[in-house]
């Protein structure tokens, strides 16, 4: 296992007077060596097994080449996204004939993907106007070409894993939207904590956006992270959904805020890229828009949503 630090200081914009020098720490863990070793070990072939004195009474048994490849992952590598052993073992002995197309992306570990990140947290920290010093580690892995990208909060730094079998393509969203969403709680005036349905829409809005800057050409939908069923749907009923959160974009429930959290995500979503992308078109700053005075960020969406909503 290999750890690197990199240093990387952005010069961003701290509001409209000044700029600051911001702090945006970022460490590295490569998993590939260990996979690589596994995967040699794992891919030779089985010894003969050696015979046995009284071998006619009592016959040999031998490893299965399933048994010894999760005895030598156990050994070698043991790290999974699966949630349990037995669907890890079984989401290894699936993908194990396709690791060795995979293996020269594999063998160049993080350094043949270090420009993505690069580029995304570049886009992101512009996009949001990063004030704040911030902790981060991007952890290369080998996972089983589903393509998880998850975040890890570890004290004050944010794991950030990333599959290396997979294309850039795969990564490319999902990882924009966990760092977007970091970055939101790091520089939003609410943190991670909306005080009212305005913020949390216009959170929403603000790390989508900065998903589509960050990876572009991609569909809506993966910017929302909802199903494609789900945006058609709600595009079809654009003007209930818009109204029926008009009126409650003062609220600061926990009722309300914990209904847009959960079932209604998709609709708080949907409803924020709107009313972002409206909020731009009047010329208004991400970075104003997630730092606004709560009043004055409540009045403003409800007058922006308003004018979304008699749109066509």
Do not use: C
């Not at 040699?40 to 016959?59: D, R």
């Not at 944010?158 to 977007?180: F, H, I, K, Q």
């Amino acid at each position: 296992m290999r750890q690197l630090i990199l240093a990387a200081s952005l010069a961003l914009s701290a509001g409209a007077a000044q700029a600051a020098e911001v702090a945006l720490d970022l460490k590295v863990r490569d998993l590939s060596p260990k996979f690589v070793e596994f995967y040699e070990a794992a891919s030779k072939p089985l010894a003969p097994a050696a015979p046995t004195a009284n071998q006619a009474a009592t016959p040999a048994t031998t490893e299965s080449l399933e048994d010894r490849r999760w005895r030598l992952f156990k050994q070698n590598y043991d790290f999974s996204a699966q949630p349990t052993p037995e669907a890890t073992r079984a989401a290894l002995d699936s993908a194990w004939p396709r690791y060795a197309e995979a293996l020269p992306k594999i063998e160049a570990g993080f350094d043949g993907i270090a420009s993505e990140p690069s580029r995304t947290l570049d886009t992101l920290s512009k996009h949001f106007s990063l004030d704040k010093s911030m902790s981060m580690r991007l952890v290369a892995y080998v996972g089983t070409f589903d393509g998880r990208v998850w975040g890890e909060q570890d004290g004050d730094t944010l794991n950030v894993y990333l599959p290396l079998e997979v294309s850039a393509d795969t990564r490319a969203v999902p990882s924009a939207r966990l760092m977007g969403q970091a970055m939101l709680a790091k520089t939003a005036g609410w943190g991670n904590k909306p005080r009212s349905l305005a913020e949390l829409v216009v959170g929403e809005g603000v790390v989508a956006h900065g998903v589509a800057a960050a990876a572009p050409g991609k569909s809506v939908e993966q910017y929302l992270a909802i199903s494609a069923d789900e945006l058609a749907k709600l595009r079809t009923n654009r003007k209930s959904v818009l109204s029926s959160i008009l009126p409650k974009l003062g609220d600061g429930s926990a009722a309300t805020l914990n209904t847009y959290s959960t079932e209604q995500l998709a609709e708080a979503r949907f409803a924020g890229w709107l009313l972002v992308e409206g909020m731009t078109k009047q010329k208004a700053r991400y970075a104003d828009m997630i730092r606004q005075k709560p009043s004055d960020l409540i009045k403003v969406s409800q007058a922006t949503m308003a004018s979304v909503n008699r749109g066509k």
